[in-house]
């Protein structure tokens, strides 16, 4: 748990330094991931440390709001307009005091606990990784609409790791049968990382960046991967883009 945290510390003082340095005009700009502006980007990650600390303390009474196939849809519309008509600090703020709860309280858990999280059921382990990847794939959204080069860390070993264990979970939301798959990536400091059977017949190979933005949904036009795809249902399970976080 201390890795993951760390981890996830480290892309979110990363991400707030850096919006710290966009002016106030820019805070209306258009990003990719449903056309949302930085201020609708940073209130929704905002939003979602709010829904943590609630699950997190209390049994996520507050999931009570968004039954039903629309729930998420009616969160999502409640995040953006709570940040509205904040200025950008205060969003930041709002942001930056929300996540450090989380943080703590998960610093603070047992081994092994766990958490609802909507409809399902996750150890605190997992539900971190799920926090460093929604970070991480918000903050892509945000630089990339300012133009701003970004580089990958070894952080996103983690994330490479929860885009794989969710591909059965992606694989059924896509009504694809799903199969035993390997994957073997390439990361930042050209580190090695492999997940899955070795001798499993879908493969998936490739720099562990590209990767990611599979997993995340980040894959805008003109993204290309450089990944290495064999098997029906690995080349099938990569056209999906996953599902976008």
């Given amino acids: 748990m201390k890795e993951i945290l760390s981890s996830l510390v480290a892309e979110q003082q990363l991400l707030d330094q850096y919006?710290?340095?966009?002016?106030?005009?820019n805070w209306n700009t258009k990003t990719n991931f449903k056309n949302w502006t930085i201020t609708e980007h940073v209130s929704y990650l905002a939003a979602l440390e709010d829904l943590a600390f609630n699950a997190l303390k209390k049994k996520g009474t507050d999931f009570n709001k968004y039954r039903g196939p629309s729930?998420?849809?009616?969160?999502?519309?409640?995040?953006?307009a709570n940040g509205k008509d904040m200025r950008p600090q205060d969003v930041i703020e709002w942001w930056r005091l929300?996540?450090?709860?989380?943080?703590?309280?998960?610093?603070?858990?047992?081994?092994g606990r766990k958490i609802k999280w909507w409809n399902n059921e996750i150890d605190y382990l997992t539900f971190a990784t799920t926090k460093l990847s929604e970070t991480w794939s918000h903050g892509l959204d945000i630089y990339a609409c300012m133009k701003k080069d970004y580089e990958?860390?070894?952080?996103?070993?983690?994330i490479a790791l929860y885009g794989f264990l969710n591909t059965e979970r992606t694989a059924k939301l896509n009504k694809l049968k799903f199969e035993n798959i390997r994957v073997e990536l390439i990361g930042p400091e050209y580190?090695?990382?492999q997940f899955g059977?070795?001798?499993?017949?879908?493969?998936?190979?490739?720099?562990a960046g590209d990767w990611c933005r599979v997993v995340t949904g980040r894959t805008g036009k003109g993204f290309k991967p450089t990944l290495t795809?064999?098997?029906?249902?690995?080349?099938?399970?990569?056209?999906?883009?996953?599902?976008?976080?």
């Avoid at 729930?71 to 953006?80: R, Y």
């Avoid at 059977?197 to 720099?207: Q, V």
């Fill in 19 to 25: 919006l710290q340095s966009i002016p106030v005009r």
């Fill in 71 to 80: 729930g998420l849809a009616k969160f999502e519309k409640n995040a953006l």
């Fill in 98 to 111: 929300s996540r450090a709860k989380v943080v703590e309280t998960l610093a603070d858990a047992t081994q």
């Fill in 152 to 158: 990958d860390t070894v952080r996103i070993e983690h």
């Fill in 191 to 193: 580190k090695a990382w």
């Fill in 197 to 207: 059977d070795e001798k499993a017949e879908n493969t998936i190979k490739g720099n």
């Fill in 229 to 245: 795809v064999e098997g029906d249902f690995a080349k099938k399970l990569i056209k999906t883009n996953h599902v976008k976080i």
